[in-house]
Nanobody, 124 residues
Framework: QVQLVESGGGLVQAGGSLRLSCAAS????????MGWFRQAPGKGREFVGS????????DYADSVKGRFTISRDNVKNTAYLEMNSLKPEDTAVYYC?????????????????WGQGTQVIVSS
């Protein structure tokens, strides 16, 4: 079991930046892919990006490509989501998740451990 704790959310103006963190503890060696998802008010949870932990290979949703970047710190067992040029439509609760299969995936079913989420609000 892996425990994930997100942080770094908050209120930011459109065009601004935020960096979210996802700290992992427990059996951190047990995961192979980590992902970021988000859920806007009244909408379903959607894929934002994912990273193969060992290789650093990434995949991003078209809506955030070029603006968001996933990175990791192996020593701290922490992943980051750097968000730039934020838009009001980026407003959502952001979740990190990890899964056991070494494969980039946009499917929530491929992730078996989830954090509690952190709120991001982008004002216009």
């Amino acid at each position: 079991q892996v425990q994930l704790v997100e942080s770094g959310g908050g209120l930011v103006q459109a065009g601004g930046s935020l960096r979210l963190s996802c700290a992992a503890s427990g059996r951190t060696f047990s995961y192979a892919v980590m992902g970021w998802f988000r859920q806007a008010p009244g909408k379903g949870r959607e894929f934002v990006g994912s990273m193969i932990w060992v290789s650093g290979r990434t995949d991003y949703a078209d809506s955030v490509k070029g603006r968001f970047t996933i990175s990791r710190d192996n020593v701290k067992n922490t992943a980051y989501l750097e968000m730039n040029s934020l838009k009001p439509e980026d407003t959502a609760v952001y979740y990190c998740a990890v899964g056991p299969i070494i494969r980039l995936s946009r499917r929530q079913a491929h992730y078996d451990n989830w954090g509690q989420g952190t709120q991001v609000i982008v004002s216009s």
